[in-house]
């Protein structure tokens, strides 16, 4: 028995009782969730891992903002007062981009860049602001008619609006060539599309999509103690990780309490926070630049062969303090692509800083580009070696435990949001795809 296998079954056994278990299985079968305290901060333990106090002293992720395509940003909570800018209802069902018909799009949000006021959730990247693009899950689809199209419409229009990051929480199992040219074109755009690798790797691991687009960074989930999760899906196409396990978000779309969850939603939108602290810090870089560097500052850990990628962690877990506060990695070529090693044709970067104002307006969809090169068809270094992440987990440098930059701690696609399906367009015929979230 491997020394993964070993770690993933304690851990299997070690969630059976905590809340997380009891949020999914409410998502899939009814059960009652159990709410976390009315403060949400002290549940937050990856902030203090990450030393998320030290990196505010520096940068804040003020000037950057970050598209969040999912089920819907309420900008009126108390932690997401005037940082939500206008948005856009990609599903075009009823209501419009502030309706979150289920709580998970806010809850993204407010990792990303949430106050922590009225107890809410204290966001990794406080200062910067989001824009919300609303799509549609099985429930929506099934109350009311909407847009079969919306992902690839949504991530299009997240591309040529004022974000620089674009965060895309759900997962599907199969591949859409559109939505494929829609990550492709906001790659073209310079902007940085962050994605959660799934949450079944111990259901047949499927690739999931947008994640395993090569242009799409995928972001796996690690637990606590900074292994990664055992429902994280793992692949060749896994490029970074982040904490996402025992972690506060919205309970339901009520928005009225807190529930501790698990998934790579939640990894992938603390990837995203960490890309606009880095960011934020150099306004003049480039996507790839800011990308190159996560990759080169990720957590490794004792006994993991430089050059060498894994296809649990891909190039380690994200470390935005080892850049900050030490300095470590080099931001390099403005213009290749760290991960397709492609030029990304245009030089977009972080210094334009978003209206203030909420009612702003975020841009409409618009017909992808194609000047820049495709793309390779690996998101990462077909040779990179391996390993079962185990390694991060013993390295006092690395280990959340030891306070050192979160290196043992990870991102996860929350579980709790539960399964969805949405409907997918290939040519004039519908057809269904699953998403999770």
């Not at 073209?188 to 799934?198: H, I, P, Q, R, Y």
């Not at 242009?215 to 904490?243: C, K, M, N």
């Not at 877990?317 to 300095?327: D, F």
């Amino acid at each position: 028995m491997t020394a993964r296998m070993i770690e993933s079954g304690r851990l299997r056994r070690a969630l059976l009782g905590t809340t997380a278990i009891a949020v999914l299985t409410t998502s899939l079968v009814g059960i009652a969730p159990v709410a976390v305290a009315a403060d949400a901060r002290p549940q937050q333990w990856y902030l203090d891992a990450m030393k998320a106090e030290e990196i505010w002293k520096k940068t804040t992720g003020k000037g950057i903002t970050v598209a969040v395509i999912d089920s819907g940003v309420d900008p009126d909570t108390p932690s997401l007062k005037g940082k939500v800018l206008k948005g856009w209802d990609a599903a075009e069902a009823k209501g419009d981009e502030t309706d979150d018909y289920t709580g998970h799009g806010t809850s993204i949000a407010e990792i990303i860049v949430g106050s922590g006021a009225g107890g809410g959730i204290q966001g990794l990247a406080p200062d910067a602001r989001v824009i919300p693009y609303r799509v549609s899950n099985t429930e929506l689809q099934n109350q009311q008619a909407v847009n079969a199209f919306d992902m690839e419409e949504a991530i299009k229009a997240a591309a040529d609006s004022d974000a620089q990051i674009i965060n895309i929480s759900w997962a599907s199992d199969y591949y859409i060539s559109d939505v494929r040219k829609a990550v492709k074109y906001a790659n073209e755009k310079g902007k940085l599309v962050f994605a959660g690798t799934g949450n079944t790797a111990d259901k047949g691991n499927k690739p999931q999509y947008p994640a395993a687009y090569p242009e799409a960074i995928a972001v796996a989930a690690t637990a606590r103690d900074g292994v990664v999760a055992d429902y994280s899906q793992h692949g060749d196409y896994v490029d970074l990780a982040a904490p996402g396990s025992q972690i506060p978000i919205w309970c339901d779309k009520s928005l009225t309490r807190y529930c501790t969850s698990e998934g790579t939603s939640i990894s992938t939108a603390i990837a995203s926070a960490s890309a606009a602290l880095i960011w934020s810090m150099h306004p003049d870089w480039t996507a790839n630049q800011v990308l190159r560097v996560m990759l080169d500052s990720a957590a490794r850990g004792k006994g993991w062969e430089p050059g060498t990628v894994s296809n649990y962690l891909g190039h380690g877990i994200v470390r935005p303090n080892a850049h900050v506060s030490r300095g470590e990695g080099k931001p390099g070529d403005p213009n290749i692509n760290p991960l397709t090693k492609e030029s990304t044709g245009g030089a977009a970067t972080g210094g334009a800083t978003p209206s203030a104002d909420p009612s702003g307006s975020a841009a409409a969809p618009s017909e992808a580009g194609s000047s820049a090169p495709s793309a390779t068809t690996s998101a990462q270094a077909p040779d990179g070696k391996p390993t079962d992440g185990t390694a991060v987990a013993g390295s006092t440098e690395n280990a959340a435990s030891a306070g050192e930059d979160g290196g043992g701690t990870g991102l996860v696609i929350g579980i709790a949001a539960a399964v969805v399906v949405v409907l997918a367009g290939a040519g004039f015929a519908l057809a269904r795809r699953r998403r999770t979230a």
